[in-house]
Structure formats: structure tokens, C-alpha cells
């Protein structure tokens, strides 16, 4: 918990106590020059965080910041510099949080993917590269909405989200169109392997 001393605030300018602090690197210093402004420091992360304990917790781990900064930048300004700190540092928690999500949903979207391939394995995977020519020839007899969706889930890689996105379909009719034409293509391939 950030304990600031009150002692002697009123007295002591912004200047000086940045050069005491400067001098120094007491914590009690830059507390009590950070006391000033606590509650913009607080608004401003409010304003991006749009929560009071996250808001709460920036301003903790801002002041952290400023024992470090403060020590390696010559500030004229402490208000307006203190403010672009506090915004860039939401910005930057914004963001990183916005990377995280973004990762955890393409994990999400491969391991899905990987599943569905291991879960589902198709004819397609059955077959030898012979059995090219023969595996063609069934794709074409499948009806359309099955032959796009193979195409898009098999040999382009796409997720159900992703091929029900650009065909503007339901998932699940996705999902129905793909295991539909599994079966067709299975068993027009077991029709073909009978009578070579």
C-alpha cells in the first residue's frame, strides 16, 4: 500500500520537490508530490480502464513507474508529464490486453482445428496419391454447398466460423454440409475402389 506523507506539502513547490527527489530517491518525496495529483492520475485511467479496482491498481503501479522515470528524465512539467505517463501507460495495458485476448482465440481457433482434423479424419487422409484423380472426380458430384465447404475446411484451412463468415451461413449448417459430404465422398471413393 502506497503510503504518503503529508508533511510539509503545502511548503514545498513541485519544482522542489522534484529536485529532492532527484537528490534523494525517497519514496516519501515523490509520494508526497504524486498525493497531488492521485485522484487525475485515477480519473484518467477510469476513463480507459472503465473499472474502479483496475483504476485502483494503475495507480499503484504507476506511481512504481515514476520511482524508476522520474530518476531518468529531466521533467519541467510534472502535471501535463504525469498525465501523458498515465495515458500512455492505459494505452499500452490496453493493448497488450487486447494481444493476450487475440492469442488466446487463435489458440482456441488451432486447437479446434487440430481436433476437428484428429477427431474427423476424412477420406481424403485415407487416401494414397493415386487416388487423387478418383478423389476428384467424387468432389465434383457432391452439390455445391458441400463442395465449398470441403474445399474451404480441407484445403484451405478454414475454421467453421471462418467459411460460415464468407458463405454468410449458420455454423451449424456449415457443420452439416461438411460432415454430409464426408459421407458422400466416402462412399463414392468405397463405390470406385469396388469396381477397380
Known amino acids: 500500500m502506497l503510503r504518503i506523507s503529508l508533511r510539509n506539502t503545502r511548503d514545498d513547490s513541485e519544482e522542489s520537490l522534484l529536485n529532492q527527489y532527484r537528490i534523494s530517491g525517497d519514496p516519501e518525496v515523490l509520494g508526497n508530490l504524486y498525493s497531488r495529483y492521485m485522484h487525475l492520475v485515477y480519473g484518467v485511467c477510469l476513463k480507459y480502464f472503465k473499472n474502479r479496482e483496475d483504476a485502483k491498481d494503475a495507480v499503484m503501479q504507476i506511481f512504481e513507474k515514476l520511482v524508476s522515470e522520474l530518476r ?17 501507460y492505459c494505452l499500452m495495458q490496453l493493448r497488450s490486453q487486447k494481444t493476450a485476448d487475440r492469442r488466446i482465440n487463435n489458440y482456441k481457433i488451432d486447437s479446434v482445428k487440430s481436433v476437428e482434423s484428429i477427431m474427423e479424419l476424412h477420406p481424403i487422409d485415407k487416401e494414397d496419391a493415386d487416388k487423387d484423380i478418383s478423389l476428384k472426380e467424387c468432389l465434383e458430384k457432391l452439390n455445391d454447398e458441400q463442395k465449398i465447404c470441403i474445399r474451404l475446411f480441407y484445403f484451405e484451412n478454414k475454421c467453421y466460423r471462418e467459411i460460415a463468415e464468407s458463405l454468410k451461413m449458420d455454423e451449424k449448417n456449415v457443420k452439416s454440409h461438411l460432415q454430409n459430404g464426408k459421407r458422400n465422398l466416402k462412399i463414392c471413393l468405397e463405390k470406385r475402389n469396388e469396381t477397380e
Open 72 to 88: 531518468q528524465h529531466e521533467v519541467k512539467q510534472f502535471k501535463s508529464w504525469l498525465y501523458v505517463l498515465t495515458k500512455n
